[in-house]
């Protein structure tokens, strides 16, 4: 399975950043990282998707149009 913590710390975003950027509530992704629920089909999709618009250098702007 996914390591939560590792992916969240590669896309340099707080918890607080990466739950809003997941589109979930806060607490939902410490439990991720925690180990103590593992993220669905839909939540990985969207995660996958946030590692390429880092991969791509689009991230920033992605959180700045879309979350700021």
């Known amino acids: 399975m996914i390591d939560s913590k590792k992916a969240r710390e590669q896309l340099g975003l707080s918890i607080n950043e990466m739950a809003s950027a997941m589109g979930i509530h806060r607490q939902t992704w410490v439990k991720w990282e925690r180990g103590e629920r593992d ?23 992605y959180i700045e149009d879309f979350m700021g």
């Open 39 to 61: 993220p669905g089909a839909a939540a990985l999709r969207r995660l996958g998707a946030l590692l390429w618009l880092k991969k791509k250098k689009m991230l920033k702007k």
